[in-house]
């Protein structure tokens, strides 16, 4: 099957050198690659591997040992003067809905219940060995395959310790992902693991669209003529990409370049020292790439600018990005002399002029030509404002449980012109929140909030027989087998059917939706009140994304409720929205309360194994229209026989409070919690929603 050539994508150039300079030194730690859909990310990563050099390999070995360094530990092994032969590199696609086994190998079951013999059959990491390992939607990998993913890319190896099978092997490949951040984001122990990141979007050259259609339509049409019409270019990109991996063992990397990567890392404030080393390598690879032997600023600016912007978030909610009017003013800067050198201060001469001639894919040092390369400067901004944002605001504390409640007399006024009463409130920064789960055991994703039936976890029993889910329980099958001899068999094996075979359910965490039902009227619009709401959900935010929650917002004010971000797993997203929520007007609670079960009932059909936690967030009051608190109790009552699972919390404040959020919570039947106990360090300890559920 001919795929479309990695020389005539046009539009990502950034993209493109930081493939390359991975292939050049598989060292640097794979790329991450982030951008909206539509934009070639899949298309280019499986084209890099028809780009990449060839390699060898032991004969019969199924892991992939070279044959000049094979792995002295491999399962095939010990290899001595075997024979080898030569293979095209490897592309191993790792689907999101892989199983454990599938990843990691497992024990055959073939040559075990056939033969009895405990064999070992290998999974996609030993398939990736010395490759690619490709994983599209990234972000969506569930969160026991990242694991395994983390062990193999710090250690260098698999290791496989179940079902008596205790295999250990050699696991070095080139991790390459992909995603929409609209999707969700990627936890940060696995996105510091990609050397290299690169921001990707759709050209808007019109020009340059309509040459990626035109090309898109001539491979579809004919692809065996397309690709030999690039054929020569594919052929140079591969010699070049060999050569360069000949010059790298050349490459100088002086003192001068290195306190100039350490000056970079510590201006733009990056955790740890894999940054330094990541920009080190890909400085190196990129002066290679380029046909040299000396690192230049050129070769520290492109490092900087793949291998920094992912390493510089300090929350989920932080856009990835860098600052280059920064970065170029710090390689442009004398460093300061080093007390007592050692070395004659006039070996160390100035860097020569970045080389900025190159062929098949753009230097890095170059100007991008469209808005598809790299991160573009005006993101960089982004983090940076909302961190001002935040820090303006910080000296207010966290919880307002003591704030005096203004007098109806000074309250925001509630004229009939919506518009005229909008304030849009700040955001403190987010503080650890408790756990809020839903009572029961479900059935949904794999996550880390409410107790559930899931792949992975711990063994609660056994399935009935006949059963087809769960992972096989080999000591239950082998028992049941038992059962049925009146005694040895001959040879002495033991014959196992299907009717024997039993599965394990397990129990673990799973993920759930969190709808924020959010009461933005004018009784809300106080600026204290409104931030500490506003940083109590941005808190609950932060916790939903680190349990792998979806989550979806709701607001009310003014006449109306709308669904301001309907159910995703893009929990920045939700940020945003948040941060530019306004508040004013009336309050339409019961509108509101509708609005929430509408949403939470077509998610209901959409994904009916998740289970949703409704998080109301009001004062309780409601001002719109005639006898409208007996209409929104009214609304809470009948949720509440509808079985769904909620939680109210309180935002009346002040020494006297009506308690109107706690009538509301008794009508849902849902749990209570004022605003001020949102917080872990509250005095309280919520452990979930004490309800039986529907």
Same mark, same amino acid.
């Given at each position: 099957?001919?795929?479309?050539?990695?020389?005539?994508?046009?539009?990502?150039?950034?993209?493109?050198?930081?493939?390359?300079?991975?292939?050049?030194?598989?060292?640097?730690?794979?790329?991450?690659v982030?951008?909206?859909?539509?934009?070639?990310?899949?298309t280019?990563v499986?084209?890099?591997?028809?780009?990449?050099?060839?390699? &060898?390999?032991?004969?019969?070995?199924?892991?992939?040992?070279?044959?000049?360094?094979?792995?002295p530990?491999?399962?095939?092994?010990?290899?001595?003067?075997?024979?080898?032969?030569?293979?095209?590199?490897?592309l191993?696609?790792?689907?999101?809905?892989?199983?454990?086994?599938?990843?990691?190998?497992?024990?055959?079951?073939?040559?075990?219940?056939?033969?009895?013999i405990?064999?070992?059959?290998?999974?996609?990491?030993?398939?990736?060995?010395?490759?690619?390992?490709?994983?599209?939607?990234?972000?969506?990998?569930h969160?026991h395959?990242?694991?395994?993913?983390?062990?193999?890319?710090?250690?260098?190896?698999?290791?496989?310790?179940?079902e008596?099978?205790?295999?250990?092997?050699?696991?070095?490949?080139?991790?390459?992902?992909?995603?929409?951040?609209?999707?969700?984001?990627?936890?940060?122990?696995?996105?510091?693991?990609?050397?290299?990141?690169?921001?990707?979007? %759709?050209?808007?050259?019109?020009?340059?669209?309509?040459?990626?259609?035109?090309r898109?339509?001539?491979?579809?049409?004919?692809?065996?003529?397309f690709?030999?019409?690039?054929?020569?270019?594919?052929?140079?990109?591969?010699?070049?990409?060999?050569?360069?991996?000949?010059?790298?063992?050349?490459?100088?990397?002086?003192?001068?370049?290195?306190?100039?990567?350490?000056?970079?890392?510590?201006?733009?404030?990056?955790?740890?020292?894999?940054?330094?080393?990541?920009?080190?390598?890909?400085?190196?690879?990129?002066?290679a790439?380029?046909?040299?032997?000396?690192?230049?600023?050129?070769?520290?600016? %492109?490092?900087?600018?793949?291998?920094?912007?992912?390493?510089?978030?300090?929350?989920?909610?932080?856009?990835p990005?860098?600052?280059?009017?920064l970065?170029?003013q710090?390689?442009?800067?004398?460093?300061?002399?080093?007390?007592?050198?050692?070395?004659?201060p006039?070996?160390?001469?100035?860097?020569?002029?970045?080389?900025?001639?190159?062929?098949?894919?753009?230097?890095?040092?170059?100007?991008?030509?469209?808005?598809?390369?790299?991160?573009?400067?005006?993101?960089?901004?982004?983090?940076?404002?909302?961190?001002?944002?935040?820090?303006?605001?910080?000296?207010?504390?966290q919880?307002?449980?003591?704030?005096?409640?203004?007098?109806?007399?000074?309250?925001?006024?509630?004229?009939?012109?919506?518009?005229?009463?909008?304030?849009?409130?700040?955001?403190?920064?987010?503080?650890?929140?408790?756990?809020?789960?839903?009572?029961?055991?479900?059935?949904?994703?794999?996550?880390?909030?409410?107790?559930?039936?899931?792949a992975?976890?711990r063994?609660? &029993?056994?399935?009935?027989?006949?059963?087809?889910?769960?992972?096989?329980h080999?000591?239950?099958?082998?028992?049941?087998?038992?059962?049925?001899?009146?005694?040895?068999?001959?040879?002495?094996?033991?014959?196992?059917?299907?009717?024997?075979?039993?599965r394990?359910?397990?129990?673990?965490?799973?993920?759930?939706?969190?709808?924020?039902?959010?009461?933005?009227?004018?009784?809300?619009?106080?600026?204290?009140?409104m931030?500490?709401?506003?940083?109590?959900?941005?808190?609950?935010?932060?916790?939903?994304?680190?349990? &792998?929650?979806?989550?979806?917002?709701?607001?009310?004010?003014?006449?109306?409720?709308?669904?301001?971000?309907?159910?995703?797993?893009?929990?920045?997203?939700?940020?945003?929205?948040?941060?530019?929520?306004?508040?004013?007007?009336?309050?339409?609670?019961?509108?509101?309360?509708?609005?929430?079960?509408?949403?939470?009932?077509?998610?209901?059909?959409?994904?009916?194994?998740?289970?949703?936690?409704?998080?109301?967030?009001?004062?309780?009051?409601?001002?719109?229209?005639?006898?409208?608190?007996?209409?929104?109790?009214?609304?809470?009552?009948?949720?509440?026989?509808?079985?769904?699972?909620?939680?109210?919390?309180?935002?009346?404040?002040?020494?006297?409070?009506?308690?109107?959020?706690?009538?509301?919570?008794?009508?849902?039947?849902?749990?209570?919690?004022?605003?001020?106990?949102?917080?872990?360090?509250?005095?309280?300890?919520?452990?979930?929603?004490?309800?039986k559920?529907?």
């Amino acid at each position: 099957m001919l795929i479309f050539p990695f020389s005539a994508i046009v539009g990502s150039d950034d993209m493109a050198l930081a493939l390359v300079i991975t292939a050049v030194a598989p060292e640097v730690g794979g790329v991450l690659v982030r951008g909206e859909k539509g934009t070639a990310k899949s298309t280019m990563v499986r084209a890099l591997a028809a780009i990449m050099p060839t390699q &060898r390999v032991i004969d019969g070995c199924r892991f992939g040992c070279a044959p000049d360094r094979p792995d002295p530990q491999c399962p095939d092994g010990p290899h001595g003067t075997n024979t080898s032969h030569e293979r095209p590199a490897r592309l191993v696609e790792l689907p999101v809905g892989a199983t454990e086994d599938r990843v990691i190998g497992s024990l055959d079951l073939q040559k075990a219940l056939g033969q009895g013999i405990a064999a070992y059959e290998p999974g996609l990491l030993a398939s990736a060995h010395r490759g690619l390992l490709y994983v599209d939607e990234v972000n969506l990998l569930h969160d026991h395959l990242v694991d395994l993913l983390l062990d193999a890319a710090a250690m260098g190896r698999a290791t496989v310790e179940r079902e008596g099978v205790s295999v250990s092997h050699a696991a070095r490949f080139v991790l390459v992902g992909t995603m929409n951040p609209e999707e969700g984001e990627l936890r940060p122990q696995l996105l510091d693991r990609f050397g290299l990141t690169v921001e990707v979007r %759709a050209p808007r050259d019109p020009s340059l669209r309509a040459e990626v259609v035109r090309r898109r339509l001539a491979f579809d049409a004919d692809p065996e003529t397309f690709s030999k019409r690039f054929a020569a270019d594919e052929t140079v990109l591969r010699e070049r990409i060999t050569a360069a991996q000949a010059i790298l063992l050349r490459v100088q990397l002086d003192d001068h370049a290195l306190f100039k990567i350490a000056q970079i890392c510590a201006a733009f404030e990056v955790d740890g020292m894999r940054a330094d080393i990541v920009t080190a390598r890909a400085a190196a690879a990129h002066a290679a790439w380029d046909g040299r032997e000396k690192v230049t600023k050129a070769d520290i600016r %492109a490092a900087a600018r793949l291998a920094l912007p992912h390493r510089r978030r300090r929350n989920p909610f932080d856009a990835p990005g860098l600052d280059e009017d920064l970065l170029d003013q710090i390689l442009n800067e004398e460093p300061e002399p080093e007390p007592e050198p050692d070395n004659d201060p006039a070996a160390a001469g100035p860097d020569p002029e970045p080389d900025n001639g190159s062929d098949g894919v753009q230097s890095a040092s170059q100007e991008p030509k469209s808005d598809s390369a790299g991160a573009h400067p005006d993101d960089s901004s982004q983090p940076h404002d909302q961190g001002a944002e935040r820090q303006q605001t910080q000296e207010q504390p966290q919880h307002q449980s003591h704030e005096t409640e203004p007098p109806p007399s000074e309250q925001a006024p509630q004229p009939a012109n919506d518009a005229a009463s909008q304030l849009v409130a700040g955001v403190r920064e987010p503080y650890r929140t408790r756990l809020l789960s839903i009572a029961g055991v479900g059935n949904g994703e794999a996550g880390k909030r409410s107790r559930a039936i899931t792949a992975i976890g711990r063994t609660v &029993r056994v399935a009935s027989p006949g059963s087809t889910e769960g992972a096989l329980h080999l000591p239950a099958t082998i028992r049941a087998a038992a059962l049925r001899q009146s005694g040895r068999v001959a040879g002495g094996r033991l014959p196992i059917d299907g009717g024997d075979l039993r599965r394990a359910i397990r129990e673990g965490r799973e993920s759930n939706l969190v709808l924020f039902c959010v009461d933005a009227s004018g009784s809300m619009a106080a600026r204290k009140r409104m931030e500490a709401v506003k940083t109590a959900i941005l808190s609950l935010l932060l916790d939903a994304y680190q349990r &792998r929650d979806k989550v979806g917002l709701v607001t009310f004010r003014g006449q109306e409720a709308v669904l301001a971000l309907p159910p995703t797993t893009s929990i920045d997203t939700a940020a945003r929205r948040l941060a530019d929520l306004p508040s004013g007007g009336r309050t339409p609670l019961a509108e509101g309360l509708m609005c929430a079960e509408r949403t939470l009932r077509l998610e209901r059909i959409r994904d009916p194994r998740r289970r949703a936690l409704l998080v109301v967030i009001t004062d309780g009051r409601a001002t719109s229209g005639v006898a409208a608190l007996k209409r929104s109790q009214a609304v809470a009552g009948y949720l509440g026989d509808t079985g769904i699972n909620a939680i109210v919390i309180d935002c009346e404040t002040g020494r006297f409070r009506i308690g109107l959020a706690a009538q509301l919570a008794e009508r849902l039947g849902a749990q209570y919690l004022p605003l001020e106990n949102v917080g872990a360090d509250a005095l309280l300890n919520i452990t979930g929603i004490a309800r039986k559920v529907a």
